[in-house]
Structure formats: C-alpha cells, structure tokens
C-alpha cells in the first residue's frame, strides 16, 4: 500500500481514526471550555463567555467588579536579585562607614551586637537594604528602627548595606557548633517546612535569607514569634510566615539556640 494511499480519506482506517481523534478534540473542549465553567455558578461566574476565558486563561478584565481583598498592612515593595549589591565600590563601603557612626549604639561598633539587636557584620548587602526599605516604607514596624531610616535616602541604605556587608560575619569554632538541629538540617516535609540551612546559608542561600548565625537567640525567637502570629509581615511570599506557623515551641527555641551557637541547656 503506498502512503497515497494511506492518507487518503478513500482510505476507511484513515476516516475513521481522523474523525474520531476530532470528534474527542471536541468533546474535550465543550467540557473543558463550557460544561465545566457553566457548572461553576459562583461568585465571579458572570455568563457563559466569561467563563470560557476564565477557562482559557484570559486576563479577567470582567473580574474588575469583583471586591479583591486587601491587607490590612503594608506588604514588601521591595524587588530583590541575587545579583543586586554584589559589587560595591569602595567610596559606597566609606560613605557607609560615617552612616554607620549612626548604628553603634545598637548594632555594636563592628556590626556585633551586645545588646540583643540583630548583628549586621556579614549580613548580606540585599538584607540590610532590603529591611531599611521595609522599615521606611511601613512593611516592616519597630518603634526604634522605624524613625532611624525614615530619612534615610535610597543611596544611603545601599551605602550602609554595603559597608556592613563588607565587615566580617559572625562564625563559630569548629568544634564549637553545636549539632544542627533536625528542623535546621531537613526542615519537615510532611509539614511543608524546608530546611532552613537551605535558605539562610549553611546549605545554600535564597536571596534576601538573612545570614543567621551568631543572631542573638532572643532576636530569633522574637523575629519567628512576630512572623508566627503575623506581627511581622515583609518577608516576600509569605516565606517566613509559612515556615513558622507549623513549627513547635520546641523547635523554635532549637533553631534559635543552633543559630545563636549555645546549647538550648547551656543559656
Ligand atoms: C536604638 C537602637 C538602634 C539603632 C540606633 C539602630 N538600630 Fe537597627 N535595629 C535595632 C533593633 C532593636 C532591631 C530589631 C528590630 C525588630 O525587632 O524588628 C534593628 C534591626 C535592624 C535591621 C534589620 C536586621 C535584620 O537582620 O533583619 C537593620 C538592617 C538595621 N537595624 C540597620 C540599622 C542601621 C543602618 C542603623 C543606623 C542608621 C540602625 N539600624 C540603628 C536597633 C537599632
Ligand atoms: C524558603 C526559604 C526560607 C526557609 C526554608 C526559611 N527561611 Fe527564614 N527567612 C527567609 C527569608 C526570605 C527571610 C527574610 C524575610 C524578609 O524579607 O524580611 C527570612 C527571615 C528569617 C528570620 C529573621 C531574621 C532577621 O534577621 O530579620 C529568621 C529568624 C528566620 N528566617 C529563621 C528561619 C528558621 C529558623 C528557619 C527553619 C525552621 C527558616 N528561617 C526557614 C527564608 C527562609
């Protein structure tokens, strides 16, 4: 038999294989396209057309009516890479340098705090700024932080970031790490908590993961209790809020006693 032959609609295989493969192509897109969205009789269901583009993923201009719920707060506006802030010049690290004058009294002479502020020698440049934007935008609140950056222009924060960036991070002995606790080493996949080594260094590092080891332990915990209860609310995505809500008290105080470097018996 030769393919003339074959595809020709003389051909009754041909017919009937073409016809069917149409005739489910059809069927497929009444109930996909119409039965289905027509039986959808919810609130934003408005007509049988609308349904159809719903269904094909057609911007929803007819949704405009539909009332969209808003936060109560301000939400990050901040837009981070990984790639931004990575290469400061040395004029940015000493114009931030003379900012920093400004941050001892909290963050420690070098970026090391005494005083349970979270440490900034080390942090990541995109943190830093990107938790001053926050700050100045309302997305982040604290009752000392807030007015320290309200007048803080967008050069000075990247300034800043970088300077500190640039000083060294907190580490830990070898030997003097305590062992990594499971929720830190494998998070809790029944649970939908990756592990947090996977975002905040350790194992790899998600951009705008703060670098947490050597934080106060106090820091910590208040910092995952604030994002337990929604009290904080900036982190992008809701990253930190969903990690948290599922972990227990005792593996909070876990992490928070791993990242500070103490044994939870020893403080
Ligand atoms: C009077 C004390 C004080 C001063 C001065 C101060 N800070 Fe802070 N800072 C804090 C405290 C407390 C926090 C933690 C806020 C919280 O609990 O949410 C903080 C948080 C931060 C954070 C967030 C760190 C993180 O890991 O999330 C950054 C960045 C920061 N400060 C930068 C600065 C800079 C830059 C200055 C100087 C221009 C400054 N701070 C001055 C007390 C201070
Ligand atoms: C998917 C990535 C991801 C995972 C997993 C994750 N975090 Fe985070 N975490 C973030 C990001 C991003 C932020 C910064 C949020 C923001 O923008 O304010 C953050 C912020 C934090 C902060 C606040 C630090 C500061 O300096 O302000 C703490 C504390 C923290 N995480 C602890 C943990 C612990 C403990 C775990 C594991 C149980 C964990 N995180 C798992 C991404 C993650």
């Not at 609140?141 to 000083?167: H, I, W």
Request: charged share 15%; hydrophobic share 40%; proline share 8%.
């Amino acid at each position: 038999m030769s393919n003339e032959q074959l595809f020709s609609l003389r051909n009754p295989w041909f017919r009937v294989t073409v016809g069917a493969t149409i005739a489910v192509v059809v069927f497929s897109l009444v109930v996909g396209f119409i039965w289905l969205p027509s039986v959808k009789q919810d609130a934003p269901f408005q007509g049988l057309w609308n349904a159809i583009c719903s269904a094909a993923g057609v911007p929803q201009k007819w949704m405009a009516g539909v009332e969209t719920i808003e936060p109560a707060f301000h939400t990050s506006t901040a837009e981070i890479t990984p790639q931004l802030l990575t290469h400061p010049t040395a004029l940015s690290i000493g114009r931030g340098a003379t900012l920093a004058m400004r941050c001892t009294m909290c963050h420690g002479e070098r970026g090391m705090s005494d005083a349970n502020s979270p440490n900034l020698a080390g942090q990541y440049a995109v943190v830093i700024y990107k938790q001053l934007l926050d700050f100045q935008s309302g997305a982040r609140t604290n009752a000392v932080m807030s007015p320290m950056v309200k007048n803080l222009s967008d050069e000075e924060m990247r300034d800043v970031a970088a300077y500190y960036a640039s000083l060294p991070r907190p580490r830990l002995a070898p030997g003097e790490n305590p062992p990594m606790p499971d929720i830190v080493a494998h998070g809790s996949p029944m649970r939908n908590i990756a592990p947090c080594a996977s975002c905040h260094g350790g194992v790899d590092n998600k951009a705008g993961s703060p670098w947490l080891e050597g934080m106060p332990a106090a820091y910590i915990k208040a910092q995952l209790t604030a994002f337990a209860s929604g009290t904080r609310h900036n982190d992008i995505s809701e990253q930190m809020r969903n990690v948290v809500r599922h972990m227990t008290p005792q593996e909070v105080e876990a992490a928070a006693a791993y990242y500070a470097g103490a044994h939870p018996e020893e403080r």
